[in-house]
Structures are given as C-alpha cells and as structure tokens.
T-cell receptor
Framework: AQSVTQLGSHVSVSEGALVLLRCNYSSSVPPYLFWYVQYPNQGLQLLLKYTTGATLVKGINGFEAEFKKSETSFHLTKPSAHMSDAAEYFCAVTSNSGGSNYKLTFGKGTLLTVNP | DTEVTQTPKHLVMGMTNKKSLKCEQH?????MYWYKQKAKKPPELMFV???????INESVPSRFSPECPNSSLLNLHLHALQPEDSALYLCASTQTVTGELFFGEGSRLTVL
C-alpha cells in the first residue's frame, strides 16, 4: 500500500519569497515520486520526478525537490516565488512493483497563493 | 503543449442523454487512464487500460463505460448520469516503466 500526505492545504507567500510545499509518503517498496501543478481549469502538468539516482531533482519553472528516504519526504521548493506560480500542487507516489506501477496515488493538494 | 488531447473541452448534458468523451495520444504510450476530479480535490482514478485491455476499474458505476478502440484512443461513454457526476474528467497516458502520467487538459462535464 502507498499513501501521500501533503502538509498544509493552503500556503501563501509573498512574491520573491521562498516556496516550500511539504510532502511525506508511505510505500512498502522503493517509490517513484512526482510533483504535479494544476492551473485553474487545466489538466495536471509534471513539475519533476524522482525515480532512482540523484536525490535532489530539478524540474521546470525553477522548482526542485529532495528525496529523503530516512524522513520519507519529498518536499518541493523554489527560491523565489513568482506570481505565475499561483496554482494547485499535487504530490504523488507510485512504486515499481508490477501492477501497482499503474496506480498513481495523489496527495490532497496544496493551493499556493502568491501575494504581490 | 500537452500531447494528450481531450474533446470536448466542455460538455453540458441532461440526465437522459448519451454522450462521449474522447482522448487521443501519439506518444506510443501503452497505458491510458480516466480520472475524475471534483473541485478542490485530487484526481480520482476511474479506469486504466493497458495494451488496449481494461486492467483496472475502480468500482465505477456502469453509467460510465470506457472503450479503447486502439493504442492511441480512449473513449468514455456517458449515459443516464446524475448531477453529482459533474466534474473535470482527465485522460492520461504513461510509459509503464516510470509511471509518470501525461495528462490532457480535461473535459469539464456539467449534468443538469
């Protein structure tokens, strides 16, 4: 079984401030981890992913995330928020264990607002 | 630009209508998905097709009927829906090795 917990359903930051969105996962096998972004009335867009290898992964739009196995975390960060970053962010997990590879488990999402 | 194309973008239907949602991808992915997303909620998995065969049905009511005519196309047939079925319906596809999903823009369904 696998699950994702996103701490904070709503995060508000000022433009230019650090963005930190928290994600903790639970998985009985080595996980694949993802962050997706969803703008209003649009589909989900992949920001970045961790599969194997380097634990610090860089994604689009200046975002990055670090896989910490000991803390079962995959927090998303961006050094300087931009107004265009305002959106819903979903953390997701799947695992390389045959059939479960087909099922992506999403967290409940974190709404990021950016204040001018 | 998304490489998963969904049509129509918006659909309004009555509870006695029959309509279909369509999804197309040309990335050679062999697994395709339907998700339902209500406002301010994460996507909920409905169906998964793998190599054109239905592999997962998350106990979805029979008023939703999926179809995969070929490896590039996925349809969702709708019949006798309820107002609570109003939602954003998302199609996605994947290469099964990493499991990352590529999503379409979604079809916004309103049931009157």
């Amino acid at each position: 079984a696998q699950s994702v917990t996103q701490l904070g359903s709503h995060v508000s930051v000022s433009e230019g401030a650090l963005v930190l969105l928290r994600c903790n996962y639970s998985s009985s096998v080595p996980p694949y981890l993802f962050w997706y972004v969803q703008y209003p009335n649009q589909g989900l867009q992949l920001l970045l992913k961790y599969t194997t290898g380097a634990t610090l992964v860089k994604g689009i739009n200046g975002f990055e995330a670090e896989f910490k196995k000991s803390e079962t975390s995959f927090h998303l960060t961006k050094p300087s928020a931009h107004m265009s970053d305002a959106a819903e962010y979903f953390c997701a997990v799947t695992s390389n264990s045959g059939g479960s590879n087909y099922k992506l488990t999403f967290g409940k999402g974190t709404l990021l607002t950016v204040n001018p | 630009d998304t490489e998963v194309t969904q049509t129509p973008k918006h659909l309004v239907m009555g509870m006695t209508n029959k309509k279909s949602l369509k999804c197309e991808q040309h990335m050679g992915h062999r697994a395709m998905y339907w998700y339902k997303q209500k406002a301010k909620k994460p996507p909920e998995l409905m169906f998964v097709y793998s190599y054109e065969k239905l592999s997962i049905n998350e106990s979805v009511p029979s008023r939703f009927s999926p179809e995969c005519p070929n490896s590039s196309l996925l349809n969702l047939h709708l019949h006798a829906l309820q107002p609570e079925d109003s939602a954003l319906y998302l199609c996605a596809s994947t290469q099964t090795v990493t499991g990352e999903l590529f999503f379409g823009e979604g079809s916004r369904l309103t049931v009157l």
